[in-house]
């Protein structure tokens, strides 16, 4: 059996920093809703007029207002992995991979992990700073499965695995649109460690059904809206795909597998009255 205390030590570090982080260079988080509500309305906004961190997201949003005009957007377009890339290396996002990966090997360190999974591993750039953290914490008896949809995890995992040949590390195609592959049935060693970043706003509520036939403990990367009502960030994301998340919805979902949920970043929620949480935490 699985002890929610320790889990929780787990997080308490992690989180610390992050709600530090938070409330000292990303407390307020109007101005970029602001922005998302005149994108909407087809006024122009400088960049000039946000904080150097906040930019990546403005070009972002910018870009999809563009793109979805005429339905030419994609994600292989050279144009939007540009935009994607500055995205990925400005500072929220690299708070966000910082602290799941805190947060992963706060967890292994405290609590019985048999095996770590992660889903929508990507290129692996998150993965690979796991991998650093855990080859640096000396974790190496914990074999990591990195899953995507996509088959180039293929390629991930054999860069991963020629960097960090320490790690057990194994790769799988996994479409959670599509259930849960047969490799889990006997290849894991439980408890096992999910988590997952930002793949529900594609994937939909149903992929929690599917990600908790696998998961003991399950690290949610999701910001999740507290009120339910859409703001207009979300708004401008619908526009390529992604789903509104309601946090209500998702703990239904999480009941009914998982004994235990905790809002890890109540905390900070409270201090900048955020519309959302943004890491969500379920235990068997």
Known sequence: MINKQDVL???????????HKMANDFSDWQPLEDAAAMLLQGKTVKDEDFIPPFR?????MRMIMEKSKDNSWSWSDPEVLAVFKEVSEGEVYNLFAETIVDIVTGIIKKSDVGTLVEVGAGTGKVTANL?????????TDVPLIISDQSPMIKQ?????????PEINIMDIVWDLKKGTPDYFDTAVKKPVLVFERFCMPYAGYDAIDVIAEVADI?????????SGEKASFDRIYERIGSQFLV??????????????????????????????????????
């Open 9 to 19: 030590a787990g997080i308490v570090a992690p989180i610390k920093r992050y709600n």
């Open 56 to 60: 990546p997201l403005l070009k972002m």
């Open 131 to 139: 991998c650093q953290a855990m080859k640096e914490s000396a974790i």
């Open 156 to 164: 991930t995992g054999d860069q991963l695995r020629k960097t960090y």
């Open 218 to 226: 399950l690290i949610l990367v999701d910001d999740l809206s507290i």
């Open 247 to 284: 946090f209500d919805e998702v703990r239904k979902r999480l009941d009914k597998h998982f004994s235990f949920i905790h809002v890890c970043d109540g905390v900070i929620i409270e201090m900048v009255n955020s519309p959302v949480t943004s890491f969500t935490l379920a235990v068997k």
